[in-house]
């Protein structure tokens, strides 16, 4: 994996980041913001790798 390829995944996930952290308005009510933000990255850093790996051996 080049230099490129590693800026971009750090570019996509910022921009993950930051529209969870803004999009989710019942999080911002009750103050709980940084749970909420981590809580979803935790949640698609999971999703990612089991996906993949479903789709290689469905193939």
Partial sequence: MGTQDSMLAFAAGAMIFVV???V???AQRNGET???TMAAMFGLAIMF???STIA???K
Avoid: D, F, R, S
């Fill in 24 to 26: 989710t308005p019942e």
């Fill in 34 to 36: 940084n749970i909420t």
């Fill in 49 to 51: 790798p089991w996906g």
């Fill in 56 to 58: 290689k051996t469905t």
């Fill in 20 to 22: 969870v952290e803004e």
